[in-house]
């Protein structure tokens, strides 16, 4: 008798991220933030430094070489003692495709 299990699917990136290496700001209660971007994706940002809690609402300032600066609302998702991980709200068409030119040509 063969038995199958099923397997929960193990979860993929569906935004791959390229590497940053550029200084963003961060807004949030009052305080603002000057940190080095680790990687970036069309979702989120990993930023070193442990600037906010999990879950903390920040606006974020990320000036793309050559290009324009994006300013979005985002949610600290994952912190640990060197970094963290921001997902972006909802960006609007300019600063999608702003992001789309800096990831593009830095793919595999």
């Known amino acids: 008798m063969i038995s199958i299990t099923a397997?929960?699917?193990?979860?993929?990136?569906?935004?791959?991220?390229?590497?940053a290496g550029f200084?963003?700001?961060l807004f949030t209660q009052g305080k603002a933030v000057l940190?080095?971007?680790d990687n970036l994706s069309m979702q989120?940002?990993?930023?070193?430094?442990?600037?906010?809690?999990?879950?903390?609402?920040?606006?974020?300032a990320i000036p793309?070489?050559?290009?324009?600066?994006?300013?979005?609302?985002?949610?600290v998702r994952r912190r640990d003692e060197e970094s963290i991980s921001v997902e972006f709200d909802q960006l609007d068409?300019?600063?999608?495709?702003?992001?789309a030119r800096f990831l593009h040509p830095r793919l595999p």
Request: proline content about 9%; overall charge negative; cysteine-free.
């Open 7 to 19: 397997q929960p699917p193990s979860p993929t990136r569906s935004h791959p991220r390229v590497d």
């Open 23 to 25: 200084m963003v700001k």
């Open 35 to 37: 940190a080095k971007a």
């Open 44 to 60: 989120g940002l990993h930023v070193l430094g442990d600037f906010f809690t999990a879950e903390e609402r920040l606006t974020l």
């Open 64 to 75: 793309l070489p050559d290009d324009r600066e994006v300013v979005t609302k985002a949610t």
């Open 93 to 99: 068409w300019d600063d999608m495709f702003a992001l």
